[in-house]
């Protein structure tokens, strides 16, 4: 009697403990298939990261480009606008002093545009008045023009 109750209680100790080795194993088992999902989601995320990385890379590039296209075109432009400004000036002086000439020539002396004033003391302007009133006589050495 006492085999049999060692062997009853071994049955239900073993129904017992096969009831936890199920438990372990099937929590076991629910462990890995968590860490694979967990891995799984892990990797996703990073290919979900790298291909961020690669659109922004992609977008810094196309923005640098079109940094550099509109540089070389301010840069241009820029350049343009400096000759355009200088053609301008020129052409002011220009129209000032076809303004005087036009003046001078239709014999009328405007307050707004006295010709000596424009003129000043450059004897070069002066080229009306007699070369010996205004500019100095230039002589030549002998010798100094031979080839």
Excluded at 46 to 53: G, M, N, R, T, V
Excluded at 106 to 130: C, H, I, R
Aim: net charge neutral; proline share 2%; aromatic share 8%.
């Amino acid at each position: 009697m006492e085999d049999r109750k060692r062997t009853s209680s071994g049955s239900e100790g073993d129904d017992r403990y096969s009831t936890m080795d199920e438990k372990k194993r099937k929590r076991m088992i629910s462990n890995r298939e968590s860490a694979r999902r967990s891995r799984m989601r892990r990797e996703q995320h990073l290919k979900d990261l790298h291909s961020q990385i690669a659109f922004f890379e992609s977008k810094r590039n196309e923005m640098i480009q079109r940094i550099n296209q509109i540089s070389q075109s301010y840069a241009m432009i820029e350049t343009e606008n400096r000759v355009l400004m200088a053609q301008k000036e020129e052409l002011s002086n220009r129209l000032e002093c076809a303004e005087i000439v036009s003046s001078y020539i239709n014999g009328g002396t405007s307050s707004e545009y006295n010709l000596m004033e424009f003129v000043g003391e450059d004897p070069w302007m002066k080229a009306w008045q007699a070369p010996s009133q205004s500019l100095p006589m230039i002589t030549s050495s002998a010798g100094v023009f031979n080839f």
